[in-house]
């Protein structure tokens, strides 16, 4: 089975490239199922269950989530429904009690594709469970329904701004995933390969607006550290945009 992982969505401008490339993308490599982070694809901040089901007419089967999936507050009781196509954080210290699924486990014919995420703790603007510990209990969960990376495609998600967190956390997972691709950032890293077994990148990248401070308009964050009061309308970057995206498993 080949499965695509696209990087963070990044409001209109992002939307728009993926309906335009996806579709060939598809079709020239083959692709079986298409995974993307959506957590700005709202005007940047957050999505809805209507932009959800755009983004599947465009062809993308399943969504991770982010920090800013919870901006959009009619989307927090839409996150109630077990059909949304969509896992939050595994590791919220809330567990069960936090709207949305913290994994999930599709069956395509004979395959089996575990998606998950994680969030990090350096640097995040909230500090959810250490996402160590929190996978030791996932893949214990796993393990529990006889579900390992033999017999099935786990793809993890992981959330965050530093570096050294994920790639300490892609070695920590490297022999029980089939694939670890980070996230949040929106800058793409080049150290795409494989740890183990196991396919890895710090972080995928954006799906947005070139001509913007990571899919934002410049003037939405340029005040935030000079004036902590005055926080002006979000804007979203336009111009040229791009896609990125990479193939977790081949």
Known sequence: MKVLFIGDISGKPGRETVKKVLSQI????KIDFVIANCENAAHGRGVTADIITELQAYGIDYFTAGDHVWDQKEFIE??????????RFYNYDGGNNIPGKNYDVIEIGKEKIVIASFCG???????????????????????SRGID?????IIIDFHGE??????????YIKDKASAMLGTHTHVGTIDFQNKG?????????????????IGMG????????????????ATIGCGRAGTSAVPPHP
Request: glycine share 4%; aromatic share 10%; net charge neutral.
């Open 26 to 29: 598809r079709k020239d490599e």
């Open 78 to 87: 839409e996150m109630q429904s077990n059909n949304l196509p969509l896992v």
């Open 121 to 143: 703790i350096s640097f995040m603007r909230f500090v959810p469970r250490n996402p160590f510990w929190a996978a030791d209990d996932f893949f214990n969960e796993l393990n």
């Open 149 to 153: 990376n033999n017999n099935s495609i």
């Open 162 to 171: 530093s570096t050294a967190e994920k790639l300490s956390f892609g070695e």
């Open 197 to 213: 077994n196991m396919a890895y990148i710090t972080d995928v990248g954006m799906s947005g607006p070139y001509n913007s401070v």
């Open 218 to 233: 410049p003037v939405t964050v340029r005040p935030r550290p000079s004036s902590p009061k005055t926080r002006p309308p």
